[in-house]
T-cell receptor, first 113, second 116 residues
């Protein structure tokens, strides 16, 4: 069966540390993968997109890696701040899903001061 | 750029009434718009995909006669929940894909629907 799985448990880290979130997928052929941030009661906010032929993408304190062999994407937030606390969603667009964006269940990140 | 708005942000209605939710892409043209619903502590579930000027494509298990979607222009899509019932209470989020890149997908702020 097809699955997208993110860290199921909430991630608690100390301010200033690097947060690393994981997204694993099964039985998809992703054209690209996107990461979003979602705050309670709000819609997702687009952060980064990484294509199947890209290994790594960076944007300010954010870094995303994409390993199509391991079928995994890692999302890093360096020098984390309490304001980074939110739920982070990974979503992939697969060649065999008609262009739909399929979401993981999200990982809740809490950064303590 | 790439702002998507939704209206209303929340709505409370009586069982049996219909509710319309608007989704607009404010600063870009969207050939494709999507409607999702999200229950508490769960991920986004795609309900339907709509392309401007054509009928929406609904996901399996989503009743097209209950959730009417109209994509009248490249910047506006509407979702009407007809004869709403308490089980339709949820967070509805629209999304728009930019016409020029075809890849990045931007989301609206969501609409909280509560059916009494």
């Amino acid at each position: 069966s097809q699955k997208i799985e993110q860290n199921s448990e909430a991630l608690n880290i100390q301010e200033g540390k690097t947060a690393t979130l994981t997204c694993n997928y099964t039985n998809y052929s992703p054209a690209y993968l996107q990461w979003y941030r979602q705050d309670p009661g709000r819609g997702p906010v687009f952060l980064l997109l990484i294509r199947e032929n890209e290994k790594e993408k960076r944007k300010e304190r954010l870094k995303v890696t994409f390993d199509t062999t391991l079928k995994q994407s890692l999302f890093h937030i360096t020098a984390s701040q309490p304001a980074d606390s939110a739920t982070y969603l990974c979503a992939l667009r697969s060649y065999n899903q008609g262009g739909k964006l399929i979401f993981g269940q999200g990982t809740e990140l809490s950064v303590k001061p | 750029g790439a702002v998507v708005s939704q209206h209303p942000s929340w709505v409370i209605c009586k069982s049996g009434t219909s509710v319309k939710i608007e989704c607009r892409s404010l600063d870009f043209q969207a050939t494709t718009m999507f409607w999702y619903r999200q229950f508490p502590k769960q991920s986004l579930m795609l309900m339907a995909t709509s392309n401007e000027g054509s009928k929406a494509t609904y996901e399996q298990g989503v009743e097209k006669d209950k959730f009417l979607i109209n994509h009248a222009s490249l910047t506006l899509s509407t979702l009407t929940v007809t004869s709403a019932h308490p089980e339709d209470s949820s967070f509805y989020i629209c999304s728009a894909r930019k016409a020029d890149t075809g890849n990045e997908q931007f989301f609206g702020p969501g609409t909280r629907l509560t059916v009494l």
